[in-house]
Structure formats: structure tokens, C-alpha cells
């Protein structure tokens, strides 16, 4: 062994094994060969030196095996005797030798209770694996047994047993009393770790103090209570590098950031890759490889996973190894470092719940991410921070310095080697009185350091929004960049969402299939993707994943259709589904023309709901409900505004309307059949016109403005002083002045403060039927809204169409929408954060520091991600958006949303080009939708809360084509409704996962998704029996709680505990069972097997 270079991992390993043995001494080479950290790859280990001291005279054979879940443990190991014996069997070529080998068994089983809201189920946790056997053939006898560094990283063992484990024939006592009075050098001889022996298991175990938790590592080891040691670090944290109280520790943090967004198109396409990802993970691996002292951080998975497919079983070998060592560490483990203003936070939970999913299964327990981490995305909301805690400043003398940049380390060594000779000579100073300590870490040991400090520390309850990095400098505009994608990205997920569950309730288990949408939605998260700033070939890219994605889901779909729709003992195949994918223009190719065709309605929220579908035809129809009764459809003509979009080839001139109502989890068939007779819909021009409803009344005056909202039920008006659109002149910047930048993908910045109107004219035509009293408004050739007042409802549904934006006069147009009213909002408005918490915004104000106002527009603009509102005393106006979007209030009263933006200049943040979105030689068209409720502020929430919900997990339209000659026929073999619940859900508890993992596993999200004091009614607890959801399935037989991201039982999670100003602990444990009166706002993540 080369002394001087004894740090290397795998030779300490050898040490450790040993010592199972009582191989108590080790002798070092001298002299000439005390030279190469590499030695025993210079001397090879033949039969002649098998009773030489200077080697060892044991081998480990390693078989790689298939993880089956976090404690597999597969450990073959030959003895001295048998390595003797397997060299003497070399001597005969023509004679073998297999030896077998037996593995431990370690069976881990836990039975805990769990209160899921005043249920009581038993969670039993059983995880066994059974003895195998492994044979090792003798090899040619000239052949020498190689003991080199490049052997050992070929043959690297795929399971790692832990070093402190004893063999199974050897955890007798006296054993034990031998091995637990040594101390065990790990790491080179600089990290001390001490070992405790638990008598239940007879097993030597490791103590890891490192987030308070046991850290397994794919070792099996059994559950021992948190050990009380003083003198146990963070793991991979050396003992040299231990900090003194007067001393300074700089952590080097080696990172990367491979920006799974911006570059994903050039993985896949490889006429245009040009910055070679592989080649960085690579390089990566073989510096930390060389010098076990070195760390690095990896972030996203999207990257991580291509590469991984890619790589031999060697190199993955050599990566879990470490990772195991805890040198390599993967932080945060989303597929990708999401977006936190754009994003909802039902996406990103699913995609930080893909990239959790692939760790554990590859890698186990020690690749499982333990803290939150954030680099690149333009600000930090709270909500996401929320998750970070589910999922699991210099104030001490513990300085982070992170090191590397986007796209770097294709020649990683170099980088270390300068980092290494850096440490190595600020070190050196601490000879001259230098009290500085430099080395590599990562960011859970530094979190931990922070954490034994021991201080007290600031906390902050609001986010960091909006984010400007120098003077003038909003990154307020990507809020709304790329509407279109942004619109899409939550198209597709509610149809991932309606694909699992119709996968799971068809019981199907075809998760495999949908993993091509999960990961497209998983990369849709990325802050370069949804948010907008990507450059234009990239945006694209990212639209035809997600679409393809769809079109795999679809297959699932039809499938799940094919055994849901026929009755019993029908044969023959039910006709396939399809989407209409362009019926945001009233277009839909498939259905035109045809004599019968069907629409099928899926609900994918636990409550009923009624929606207003609209199917746009070429011919007149009779159409038929589930139960064969007519339906009363409105026949309305679809607006010239829609059907002059560009690209529009439908020849569909109307449309039906009609009111649809749908149970929960359930699907709704409704059959159209062709008829001869038609019927006209007259259209009146109108002065003055009042659409009224059984709960709300609308008043428009003689030129189409909007003029009061009243709540009947209430007795509340909003009386509106101007509602319309408007847009700001982008600022074009400077080059000569970088300091006052562009307006662009990023960044929103108005030429001027005053938005202009679109039009100073405007035309209005009113319609008013038994199911919609509506009022179209056109302002100009590129904008259009459509106000709908539909029977029965409590709220105004806004659908808004804008473009082309006319750029002729060479100027960016940044377009809004704005609400003026009378409501006294005392410079005050709410808005989300990610779908789901509320925060108060007050214009030009910041809750944390003064804030000085260099923009008045873009510094009170916040992110949007479903619902904005103002109120007063009594009355309060809010807006539901259907995708994100930027906004705020500029007076008190107003609202204003943009919704369209289309730049002509870069604002140098990095896309490289301006925003200038086109489609079919034109300026993008894009339409959207706005629902806005009126009531007080103390009943508002329930409209806004069940609201928001409903809009982003609208029920699912797809159409078939079937080979029926009449509805008698079609119903005789269909069953045209269905639903998988045997009785309704709380209204205040929503489901958020239903993703079938195995024949008769699945992974369950419910939340309760009111906060505290919202609601009189829907803000108290409720007890809900998960056992409604698999009555169409089985019975439930085992429950598991997990964290939110789904990789650990929520029974093993400990959390550090943190000491805010006037010494409140931040140790309250937010996976217990909360105390309404602390908490209402909250999620369960449940793993279910069923009989």
C-alpha cells in the first residue's frame, strides 16, 4: 500500500473488510514504490505472493443485481482459503471451481398507525430479500489476480454493503466485543467515525448525525433511535476540515448547471449539438474518481437520466459508488430546476416526484436529496418553499463559495486541479497564524454546519418577487412570455393527470406508456421552458414533446376506454378516442361532416361539476345525454374574430352549447346524431343590454364598455369606470448603456408608465339563450373579448383573443387587459403563489427593506398563476386565470393583466433574439380565458378556491367515431356514464395524484386546499374514507404515508431544528397530524396496495 496516497477509497476499503477477519496489521511498501497512488497496478497480485504480508490475501468478487428497493443488501465474499484454493485450481486448465456464495437477508418490518384525517389504517412495511447464490468460475492459470485501481472501478460493487456491517456467521458476542472497542478509519484516515452495536439486531451500525436520519445507503441496515455523539460530522466532511470556533471555513461547492431547457433539443437532435453534455459528466466522474477528497453537485435529471441510459455498467458501477460516498451528491433531484412563477404547483410536485422516483430506483437511499436547494430560476415564491419543506447570508463563520457555471467541465480535472492547489496552499497558511480552512463540501454538510452553529436566525414569510437584478431591470416579463406555451403546458397536464387515473381505475398498469408525457412535462417545467425564455426553435421543441407526449397518453386513454365503455359480455371493440386539439378556434376535422359522432367528458376532480361544452359542426345534430335523453344544445354562429384566425381550415360556421353535467371521477357520453331540420338563431344590435342569471347580473352600456357586476344573491354591485385592453411600448435599450436595459423575454420595461388603448371604438352584439346570455366586444382587428353569463352559474367567464399585434411602426407592444372599478383597495391586491397560498402586494412597497421606485409598472408587477384579487371592506372582485400570467394593481381599484407580448428587441439576459412570436407568416393569435366572481371577502374564497380548481382540472373532451347505425344501437353495447366513486368527496379536499405504480400499487395525493380562516365552513377539518376511491378496484391492504415527493415513508423523516430571533424553534414537524387550528392548508402522499 502507498501510505502517502492511503486516501483513496478503495484501498481503504480493503482495510475495513479486512478487519472482519482480524487482519489487525497492514504493512506499507518503502522506499522506491512509495511513489504512485496507482501502486498495485504496477504490481499486479499473482499466485506466488499469496502468503506474502506485503498484499492481501483475500479477494471480493462483486455480482451486479437488480435494486429492489432502499435496504437490498447483496454482499458475496471469498475467503482467504478460498482464494488460495482458487489459485491452486488455475495450475489445471482443464478443472473449475464454483464456490457459492451465500447473501444476507435482512427483513425490515414496521407497523405504525397513521391518522389520514380521523381515519386510522395500519401501515405495515415488510421488505425481504431472499438468499441467492452466486458461482465463480476458475480462469486461465497464467492469469494474475489484478488488485490495480482500474480493476476495483470495473468491478465496483452495484449494492455496497456497509463497511461496519459483520458477517452473519460472526455477530456472535464474543465477535462483537473484538470489533466494537476499535475505532474505524474511514476516507484516508481522516474522518473518525464511531460505531454503535444494536442489541435487537446484533449488527454493528453507523451513526449520521448528517439532517438527523439514518443514512442507509442501500446497506439494510435496521432503524436504530438518533444516537447522542458529539464528535460525529457530516458525512464526507473531514476531520482536518472540522471548524474551531475561531477559525473560518470556506466550503468550495463544485456545481454545474446544465440547463436542461435551453439545450434539450440538442441532445436529441444531433445535427445541432454543439456543447456536449455527456462529455461533462464524463470528464466529471473521472476527476472525482482520482481524488477522493473532491465533491460535486448535480441538480437536474432530465440531463442525468440520458447520460445514465447511455453508460456501461462499469462507469454506472463506478457513479453509484460515489454517490454512496456521498461524492457525488444530487440536490434538489427535480427533472429539472423548475420555474417558481410560472409553474403550478401540481407540476411541480409531479416533476421533483420524476426526478425522486428515477434516484431512488437507480441509486437507493443515499442519492435521496435532503435539503431544498434553488440556483437560476428569477426569484423564490413561498409556495415552493412550501414544497421544498414537504418534500424534503454569512451568519456564522461558514463561508460558501460555489464554483462552476452553466455548461462547464467538459475537462473537470482542470478545474479541480487549480481548486485543489488553491485549498492546498491557503492551507498551508495556517502555519503563519492563517485561521482560514478551505475545502470541498457540498450544500447538505454546509446546512448541517449552519445548523451545529447553533445561532439564531431571520425568518421570512413573503418571497422574492419580482426580481430585478440591476436598477431598471424587472424580470417582471416573463411572467406572460409565450402565452401559447404556457396555455399548452397546462393543456397537457390535465391530460396527463386524466391519463393516469384513467389508467389506474382500468387498472391497466400501463405506467410506461405515459412516462413520455411525465418526462415532456417534467422538462416543461424548467425556468427556460414555460416561462418563456427560451429562444424560438427551442420553444418549438419543447411544444412537439409535449405533444408528443399526448399522442402516447392517448393510447393509454383508449385503452382504459376500450375496457370502461362495453358492457358486460360485449365483444365487440369500442371505437377509438380522439382530441380535438384546435378547438380553442372552434375547429375540430375529424367530426365534420359526419353523420353520428360522440363527445365523451371526463371529470378528473372528486366533486361534480357542470361545464359549458362547445362542439363546432358543419351540420345540425339531435344530441343525446347518457341516459338518451335530448338535449337542449344552442345553435350559435362561432365569432368572425375566430374563425380569421390564421391557420384556422375548419369550414365549421356554428357551433353547439350546451350544459353538461358531470359526477365525480366520472365519465359522461354524449351521442350526436345527424338531422335534416334547422333552426336560426336571430342577433340583435343593442344600446343597452343586461345579461342576468339566477345569481349575477351583468350591465353594459351603448358602446360595449362594462359597467356593473351585481351579485343578486348579496346585494353587492362593482361598478367598473373602464374595463378593456391596453398595451406599453417596450423600451428598446441601449448597447452603449448596458445600465438601462431592453424590454424582452425577461425583462418587462414600458417606454412610458401610461399604457395606451388599443382602440378608442368599439362594437358590441349581445345573444341570450335558455343556457347563455353573452356579449361579444370587438375593439380593433387584433383584439376581441367575449363576455358569458351562463344559467345558473356564480361566475362571468371572460375569453379574450389578441393578434396579430401590429408591429409596423417598428415599435414592441406589450398588451393588457384592465379592470378599472370602485372598489377601495387602499393599494392593496393578492395574488398566488404556484395555484395554491394567497399573499398580500402592496404597490411600491416590499415587506422586508425599503424599497426605492425606479419603475412604478413593471416593480408592482407579480406573478399570476390562477387568480388575482382587490377588495374592501365589503366587497371583493377577483379573476381566475387559465394559465400564468403578470399583473398587478397600478391604482387603487384597478387590475391589469397582461396577456400578449410581442418584443422586436433582446433584453441580453441570454435568448439571443427578441420575442417576436409568429405563426403562418403572421404575429402569433393567442385566446384566453378570465373568470371573474364578485361576493365578500368573507365568502369568497370558496368561489375562488373551488374555482381554481375546476379551470385547471377541466374535465377532458375526446370524440369517437362509431361504427353504430342509431343511439339505440350504440347504447345497447356502451355504457355512456361511469364513475369510480361510490359517494361524493368534501368539498374542501381535492385530489391531486391517482398514478397506479404496479398491478395493485398506487401513489395518492388528497389535499386540503383551504387555508386557515378562509371559510367559515370549508376551512375546518374533514375526515375522508380513501377506501371510496377503490371501490371499483378492491380493498385496501397495506397504507403507506410518504413525503410529497414520494421517495420516503413519512414515519422515517427527521428535520433539523432551527433557532429564529426571540427564540422560537423551528421544530414543528409538518408531516404530523396538524391542529386545525394551526394549519389547514395541507397534503398527504399515500403509498396503497389493495387486495
Known sequence: FNKKKFQNSR?????????????????????????????????????????????????????????????????????????????????????????????TTITRSKTKKNTIRGS????????????????????????????????????????????????????????FRTYKERRITMRGDRDIVMKRFSEESGRVVPYNTNLLMLFKCNHGLQTITRPEVNDVNCIMFPKRNRVKDSEISVRFLKRNFLEACVLDPEIARSEIRKRGVQYILDSVVQALVENPDRRYIYVEMAFFWRWWNEQSDDMRNTVKQLVNEGRLEFISGGWSMNDEATTHYNSIIDQHTLGAQFLRDTFGECARPKIGWQIDPFGHSREVASLFAQAPIYATNHIIMTMGDDFEDQNANEKFKNLDKLIHYVNLEQENG??????????????????????????????????????????????????????????????????????????????????????????????????????????????????????????????????????????????DQFLCPYSNISACLPIEGQDQFTLTLWNPTIHSVTIHPRVPVTR??????????????????????????????????????????????????????????????????????????????????????????????????????????????????????????????????????????????????????????????????????????????????????????????????????????????????????????????????RPTWHFFVDEPISSNYYPINSRIWIQDRDRQLTILTDRSEGGGSMYDGSIEIMVHRRILHDDSLGVGEALNETAYGKGLVVSGKHILLVDRPSDSARLHRIGAQQLFMHPLATYSLPNTSSYANYSDMYRQSWSALSDAMPLNVHLLTFDQLGPKQYLVRVEHYFELNEDEIYSQPVTIDLQTLFNSIGTIAEMIELILSANLPLSELHRLDWMTKGQNSSHVDMFRKLNFIEKCLERYCLYLNYF
Open 434 to 575: 492563517s485561521n482560514v480552512n478551505v475545502f470541498y463540501s457540498t450544500p447538505s454538510c454546509y446546512l448541517y454546519a449552519l445548523n451545529k452553529a447553533e445561532k439564531e436566525w431571520t425568518s421570512k414569510t413573503d418571497d422574492f418577487f419580482p426580481y430585478a437584478s440591476i436598477p431598471f431591470a424587472y424580470w417582471t416579463g416573463y411572467y406572460t412570455s409565450r402565452p401559447a406555451l404556457k396555455r399548452y403546458e397546462r393543456y397537457a397536464n390535465n391530460i396527463l393527470q386524466v391519463t393516469r387515473q384513467l389508467n389506474g381505475f382500468s387498472q391497466k398498469n400501463l405506467r410506461n406508456t405515459i412516462f413520455d408525457l411525465s418526462e415532456a412535462m417534467g422538462l416543461a417545467q424548467h425556468h427556460d421552458a414555460v416561462s418563456g425564455t427560451e429562444k424560438q426553435h427551442v420553444a418549438n421543441d419543447y411544444a412537439q414533446r409535449l405533444s408528443d407526449g399526448i399522442d402516447r397518453a392517448m393510447e393509454v386513454i383508449n385503452v382504459a376506454y376500450a375496457k370502461l365503455l362495453p358492457k358486460e359480455g360485449q365483444t365487440t371493440p369500442s371505437p
Open 120 to 175: 386510522r389504517v395500519a401501515a405495515d412495511v415488510l421488505v425481504s430479500h431472499s438468499m441467492m447464490t452466486t458461482t465463480s468460475t476458475a480462469d486461465n492459470p497464467s492469469q494474475t489476480i489484478d488488485f490495480s485501481i482500474d480493476r476495483i472501478r470495473n468491478k465496483q460493487i452495484e449494492t455496497p454493503r456497509s463497511p461496519f456491517d459483520l458477517p452473519a456467521d460472526k455477530a456472535e458476542e464474543t465477535h
Open 11 to 103: 484501498i481503504e476499503r480493503w482495510q475495513l473488510e479486512l478487519s472482519e477477519y482480524h487482519f489487525d496489521k497492514i504493512r506499507y511498501k518503502r522506499g522506491r514504490y512509495n511513489c504512485n497512488a496507482d501502486l498495485l497496478s504496477r504490481f499486479p497480485f499473482d499466485k506466488a505472493d499469496t502468503d506474502n504480508d506485503a498484499h492481501p490475501l483475500r479477494i471480493r468478487l462483486y455480482t451486479p443485481s437488480t435494486i429492489d428497493s432502499i435496504n437490498t443488501l447483496q454482499v458475496n465474499a471469498i475467503s482467504r482459503s478460498t482464494t488460495r484454493q482458487l489459485l491452486q485450481n488455475r495450475s489445471s486448465p482443464a478443472s473449475s471451481s464454483s464456490t457459492s456464495l451465500s447473501t
Open 620 to 845: 345540425e345534430y339531435l344530441i343525446r345525454d347518457p341516459i338518451g335523453n335530448l338535449v337542449p344544445a344552442e345553435y350559435l354562429p362561432i365569432p368572425d374574430t375566430t374563425k380569421n384566425v390564421p391557420g384556422r381550415t375548419s369550414s365549421a360556421q356554428n357551433q353547439y352549447l350546451f350544459q353538461a353535467s358531470l359526477l365525480a371521477l366520472s365519465y359522461s357520453t354524449y351521442y350526436f346524431e345527424a338531422r335534416a331540420d334547422a333552426k336560426k338563431i336571430e342577433h340583435e344590435k343593442v344600446t343597452t343590454t343586461t345579461n342576468q342569471a339566477c345569481h349575477l347580473r351583468v350591465e353594459f352600456d351603448d358602446r360595449g364598455d362594462l359597467k356593473h357586476i351585481i351579485n343578486l344573491d348579496k346585494d353587492l354591485i362593482v361598478s367598473f369606470t373602464e374595463q378593456g385592453f391596453y398595451w406599453y411600448a417596450s423600451y428598446t435599450g441601449s448597447h452603449t448603456t448596458p445600465e438601462l436595459p431592453a424590454s424582452g423575454a425577461y425583462i418587462f420595461r414600458p417606454l412610458f408608465s401610461e399604457a395606451l388603448p388599443v382602440s378608442f371604438a368599439r362594437s358590441i352584439n349581445c345573444t341570450k339563450t335558455d343556457t347563455v346570455q353573452k356579449a361579444s366586444i370587438v375593439f380593433n382587428e387584433w383584439v376581441s373579448q367575449e363576455i358569458s353569463l351562463y344559467r345558473g352559474t356564480s361566475a362571468i367567464e371572460l375569453e379574450w383573443t389578441v393578434g396579430p399585434i401590429p408591429i409596423d411602426d417598428n415599435v414592441g407592444k406589450e398588451i393588457i387587459i384592465r379592470y378599472n372599478t370602485n372598489i377601495d383597495s387602499a393599494a392593496k391586491y393578492y395574488t398566488d403563489a404556484n395555484g395554491r397560498e394567497v399573499l398580500e402586494r402592496i404597490r411600491d412597497h
